[in-house]
């Protein structure tokens, strides 16, 4: 208790008060039926582990629907934290995992219509969510999670609207600092058993910093088939990403200005171009209930993805024989099958798979400058080719879960998921005695058992307990440069366990749902930073963590209209061994290094996070039109940057506030209208952390106050 009390009182005033008004989850009634974590879909009340939902409403309600930090405070147990830098992806993590990311998103797994945004060795991004079409996201938290095979600390999955009429949708954003975002959608029944939705989406932003402009195209097109036992899903995607990148600041440069550039940005016009095309398709096949296999499920899916980025590497740095240079080039292209048979032997539901998936890199680095590394004349450019690699990744998985009534009110769920993951390097730029062939391979083994248990006193009130072990492999990023020589493969890197435990309890009444969970997460040879300079981040494995804490979420209706939800997470996340790291550019172990000490926080973690949101539905809300009234809080404690925990990002609290309303043009056309203000009060903070970086620039402002309009034409043919 003196812990959560202690937590509690680095959250402001207002925003605990508004957090302990409803206590409470996001949008999650007893009748929502999920299916992430699950044998067969089962209600939320029914599951025994910590789920959320997120359904449409909120999506649209919550900004421009580009990124998951939009909507994602309300879940408890994630941080979903906006770099304000289209250049880099959305730091996430979940209950701590996926914290030590520098960029991308490792640890959890993430997952749209079923295909995996998640590569085979750990790393994901979600840029390519559609959220405009999403019908919900579920987010599994705790040990079930383990359950989707490799760096599993969490899953985040996406599943688009279904297609019931012939519809056409033009929506408008305009916001502060220059965002314009037009999309255009159509769906259709087509006949013979088919439907279609196909959509289009541009997005241009200016940014709050010199620097951070981009822009953004986004097309989706779902085809769906339907005819007696089988169904068929085709998805098809497409996207585009060009953007500036203004680096983060030092702690220095935050206080003086948190509007400002790095000048290292300007200097190297750093900036990032992605393109990522996939297709994937779903069958479904129906045996009936009279049958003991029930359905049966096969998912294919590939894609390619490739990025082109300018970084700030000094072209000192590229002097090191074995730099890799200051501008990266990969082309990737990935893929899998999973199958799937669902099986009901007597009172059991059971479930067993097998996946595969792989990916292969042809990555190249080059000099960001002309001339000799001593006198450059020109920077930012792609210069001389300093690397030049094909990277492998391969998992191969089984996996079964059942799930089995066994008394009145009682269910038991049980699972397993064993696999083999291999990362390898081809290196095909050894051109000297100091930079010789870096070649390597390796190949980690795991097997995730799970155990849940649930018990159900009274109608509406659940209870469960569960248990699970989970595995974390290095991801090829991760492996790219050696401890002993800053270059190379880096052979040495164990594969994370983790031991997790979590009690949970749901409740659900008329006007009144709460959840709460309490965990505890034990790691063992956790993947950290050894050091992260010059261009170059060397990993090692850093021993003993410890993850404890408590999430309470919750939704109230005192009254017709007047909706009161938040949620609150505490953290407690910690490492459990000491271990040396370097502070410092160049990397030295023998003159710059620190230990890192038994008990520090674990970088990229906060002690405490909370949202809270009042509103008021009316049918004349705002000059005479129906819609709702929201008043939102967000608030984080303080965010430790680095392991040895000398940087620190203060905590904030903001408030934003948002009107949303419908007005029907008629029997077949309606116009929906959104208006947000978000840091309503303009506060300077920082939204998210760089950790460990060498060079100091630990620190990503947040957005200012801004506003944002959204315009929704919805015709129904």
């Not at 993590?93 to 060795?121: E, H, K, Q």
């Not at 023998?590 to 973690?605: D, E, L």
Request: glycine content about 12%; proline content about 4%.
């Amino acid at each position: 208790m003196k812990i959560a009390a202690g937590m509690l009182n680095r959250l402001t005033k207002p925003f605990v008060a508004a957090c302990l008004v409803a206590w409470q989850l996001p949008t999650a009634s007893a009748a929502e039926v999920v299916v992430t974590g699950s044998a067969r879909a089962q209600q939320v009340l029914d599951a025994p582990f910590a789920i959320t939902v997120v359904d449409a409403s909120a999506l649209r309600d919550a900004g421009p629907m580009v990124n998951l930090s939009e909507v994602m405070a309300r879940v408890p147990g994630l941080v979903v934290n906006n770099r304000n830098n289209y250049a880099q992806d959305l730091q996430i993590s979940s209950r701590g995992f996926g914290a030590r990311a520098a960029f991308g998103v490792r640890g959890l797994r993430l997952y749209a219509d079923g295909i995996p945004a998640t590569m085979p060795d750990g790393q994901g991004q979600a840029a390519h969510f559609d959220l405009a079409a999403a019908q919900r996201i579920e987010v599994l938290r705790g040990p079930f999670s383990v359950l989707y095979g490799n760096a599993s600390g969490g899953v985040i999955a996406l599943f688009s609207a279904p297609v019931k009429q012939v519809q056409t949708d033009l929506m408008l954003d305009a916001g502060s600092f220059g965002l314009r975002q037009q999309r255009f959608s159509v769906a259709s029944p087509l006949d013979g058993g088919f439907d279609l939705r196909a959509s289009y989406a541009n997005l241009d932003v200016d940014g709050f910093r010199p620097q951070s402009a981009a822009h953004r195209s986004l097309g989706n097109l779902r085809l769906g088939w339907q005819g007696g036992s089988d169904k068929l899903t085709l998805l098809v995607s497409d996207h585009i990403q060009r953007a500036q990148d203004p680096l983060g600041l030092t702690a220095l440069q935050f206080a003086a200005n948190p509007r400002q550039t790095a000048p290292e940005a300007l200097s190297y016009d750093t900036r990032k171009t992605i393109r990522q095309s996939q297709a994937g398709v779903n069958w479904r096949h129906d045996f009936g209930d009279a049958s003991v296999l029930r359905e049966s499920s096969l998912t294919l899916y590939r894609g390619s993805r490739g990025v082109t980025q300018w970084q700030a590497i000094t072209p000192a740095s590229q002097a090191n024989a074995k730099s890799g240079g200051g501008a990266v080039d990969f082309d990737r292209l990935y893929g899998g099958v999973e199958g799937k048979l669902t099986l009901q032997l007597g009172a059991t539901d059971l479930v067993a798979g097998v996946s595969v998936e792989s990916l292969r890199d042809d990555r190249q680095g080059y000099e960001n400058f002309n001339g000799p590394s001593a006198a450059p004349t020109l920077l930012g450019i792609t210069g001389k080719l300093r690397r030049n690699e094909v990277n492998r990744a391969t998992t191969t998985d089984g996996f079964v879960q059942a799930r089995r009534p066994f008394a009145e009110g009682w269910d038991l769920t049980g699972g397993v998921r064993a696999g083999r993951v291999e990362l390898s390097t081809e290196d095909r730029f050894a051109v000297s005695a100091a930079n010789p062939d870096d070649s390597g391979k390796l190949s980690y083994a795991y097997a995730n058992p799970v155990l849940g248990l649930r018990w159900t006193p009274a109608p509406g009130w659940a209870l469960h307990a569960s248990a699970a072990r989970g595995f974390e492999s290095p991801t090829l990023g991760e492996l790219a440069y050696s401890a002993a020589s800053a270059g190379g493969f880096n052979g040495t890197i164990k594969g994370q366990t983790s031991r997790q435990l979590e009690l949970g309890a749901k409740w659900r009444s008329a006007g009144l749902e709460l959840d709460g969970a309490l965990f505890n997460v034990a790691t063992s040879n956790e993947i950290g930073v050894l050091s992260n300079s010059g261009g170059r981040s060397i990993y090692q494995n850093v021993g003993r963590t410890q993850r404890y804490g408590a999430e309470l979420s919750g939704l109230w209706r005192p009254a017709t209209g007047l909706r009161l939800q938040a949620a609150l997470s505490l953290l407690r996340a910690q490492y459990a061994d000491s271990f040396p790291t370097c502070t410092g550019t160049p990397c030295s172990l023998t003159s710059n290094a620190s230990n890192v000490q038994a008990g520090n926080q674990i970088s990229g973690t906060q002690k405490a996070t909370g949202w809270a949101e009042a509103a008021w539905r009316s049918g004349t809300v705002l000059a005479g039109f129906p819609g709702e009234l929201g008043l939102e809080w967000r608030g984080m404690a303080r965010t430790l940057a680095n392991d040895t925990n000398s940087a620190v990002a203060a905590g904030y609290a903001l408030a934003n506030l948002r009107w949303s309303g419908s007005l029907p043009l008629g029997p077949r056309d309606t116009v929906e209208v959104l208006a947000r203000i978000d840091n309503l009060f303009d506060k300077a903070f920082v939204g998210s952390v760089i950790v460990n970086d060498g060079n100091s620039r630990f620190f990503e402002p947040g957005a200012p106050r801004s506003a944002l309009v959204s315009l929704r034409w919805q015709h129904r043919w």
